[in-house]
């Protein structure tokens, strides 16, 4: 057994056994019930809260207005130094990563920070990645 402080944990192993128990010093219970709530809270939340899926017709509409000029209407680029998203390899990056390159631009790449919602580049983003052969 190792010894606990007010509020902090400690695990309690049986020789041989690989039962673990755990007990809170000090206030464990209150903290408990806090925990319970907090959980039941954003259980509710995730039970009523819509799932957002990207939208890749929104995307493809958004793409054509924005982003065909110099990538493509197929994702060949017709701008140099644009890169071809019909080879996905730009594509192979996180969402949150390609999020970010988008808001903040990179070379002749203006920064869609304040032009387009985060809803609106992730639906570019998932229009995007139907373009790769």
Same mark, same amino acid.
């Given at each position: ?26 206030? @464990? ?6 925990? +319970?709530?907090? &959980? =039941?809270? $954003? ?6 809260? #819509? *799932? ?35 080879? @996905? ?6 969402? +949150?990563?390609? &999020? =970010?390159? $988008? ?6 790449? #203006? *920064? ?22």
């Amino acid at each position: 057994m190792m010894p606990s402080g007010p509020g902090r944990l400690w695990i309690a192993r049986s020789r041989g056994q690989e039962n673990t128990k755990m007990r809170a010093a000090g206030g @464990g219970s209150a903290r408990r019930g806090l925990g +319970l709530a907090a &959980l =039941a809270g $954003f259980m509710t939340f995730v039970t009523i809260a #819509p *799932a957002l899926a990207a939208d890749v017709i929104k995307g493809s509409q958004i793409y054509a207005r924005h982003c065909a000029a110099c990538h493509g209407p197929n994702g060949i680029s017709v701008m140099p130094g644009a890169p071809h998203l019909a080879r @996905g390899e730009r594509l192979m990056q996180s969402d +949150l990563s390609l &999020l =970010a390159s $988008f808001k903040a631009g990179k070379n002749a790449m #203006p *920064a869609y920070v304040g032009i387009l919602t985060d809803r609106e580049i992730l639906d570019v983003i998932a229009y995007s990645r139907t373009l790769r052969r």
